[in-house]
Nanobody, 114 residues
Framework: QVRLVESGGGLVQAGGSLRLSCAAF????????MAWYRQAPGKQREFVAH???????NAADSVKGRFTVSVDNAKNTMYLQMNSLKPEDTAVYYC????????WGQGTQVTVSS
């Protein structure tokens, strides 16, 4: 059974940076495509970025050029480096397989103050 654990969120001023981590137990990143999602208050969960088994990445237009997704296969952990943060990036961030939606983790809260 896959268990997803997100961490690294916090409170940061606009223009600042954060790095989120996603540990996936019972899951092998190098064989699958894993994605980051986020859900802002009162909004639906939305796609942020993904990384394929070959290391290719893609990101939503709203975060392109600011967010970078990567995987450390040795640690079986995915990261989301977030730079130039904006107040509209405030949300709970989650990770999950792009195709097979496993049970969602608790997410990690990111709050960007203006």
């Amino acid at each position: 059974q896959v268990r997803l654990v997100e961490s690294g969120g916090g409170l940061v001023q606009a223009g600042g940076s954060l790095r989120l981590s996603c540990a996936a137990f019972g899951y092998i990143f190098r064989l699958n495509t894993m994605a980051w999602y986020r859900q802002a208050p009162g909004k639906q969960r939305e796609f942020v970025a993904h990384i394929t088994s070959s290391g290719s990445t893609n990101a939503a237009d709203s975060v392109k050029g600011r967010f970078t997704v990567s995987v450390d296969n040795a640690k079986n952990t995915m990261y989301l480096q977030m730079n130039s943060l904006k107040p509209e990036d405030t949300a709970v961030y989650y990770c999950n397989d792009l195709s097979t939606q496993y049970q969602w983790g608790q997410g990690t809260q990111v709050t960007v103050s203006s």
